[in-house]
């Protein structure tokens, strides 16, 4: 079965060099904190940086592991406020299903997105469907809730998971 523009566009092909992803997303969080005025420390930055480099999601420990020299590991609390600082500034998001951090795809103020999860090569893909943010926000209203940030996640298998798994 051939992927679908709209797959290929949200989950990358397994040859995908990532690279060029993660250029952007520090080049476009370098931009927004010299915009807001905050600091993106090289702790900060190599925290995104850490990130940023799969579309995998990372945990806290595993970022430790990635940051450790030969002066051992940093403290988790260097690890914990880079990431509070991340999420602040809406760089990255934790998903609570994996307890761990993705990049954020499109890092604009008060976006309601949806994660698709592939629970087969732990590929994570951002995306936002407007119909999908209406009808979470129309359902809320109607229950009398105010909605101050909607994150959906969803797993299941990508393309290239479902199809080796039915080869």
Not at 2 to 7: E, K, T
Not at 43 to 50: D, F, G, H, P
């Amino acid at each position: 079965m051939a992927r679908s523009q709209a797959a290929i566009e949200l989950f990358p092909a397994p040859d995908h060099d990532h690279q060029s992803c993660a250029d952007s997303i520090l080049a476009e969080a370098e931009r927004i904190c010299a915009a807001r005025r905050v600091r993106l420390t090289p702790k900060r930055r190599q925290v995104l940086e850490i990130i940023a480099k799969s579309h995998a999601a990372a945990g806290a420990y595993e970022i430790l592991e990635e940051m450790a020299g030969p002066k051992g590991r940093p403290a988790p609390v260097i690890v914990y406020r880079a990431l509070e600082f991340l999420m602040t500034h809406g760089l990255v998001h934790r998903l609570a299903s994996l307890n761990a951090f993705i990049a954020c795809a499109n890092p604009q103020p008060e976006h309601g997105a949806q994660f698709l999860i592939c629970r087969g090569c732990r590929t994570v893909t951002e995306f936002s469907n407007p119909a999908m943010g209406t009808a979470i926000r129309a359902g809320a209203r109607e229950a009398g809730f105010s909605v101050e940030a909607s994150m959906v996640e969803i797993s299941g298998l990508c393309a290239a998971c479902a199809q080796a798994q039915n080869e």
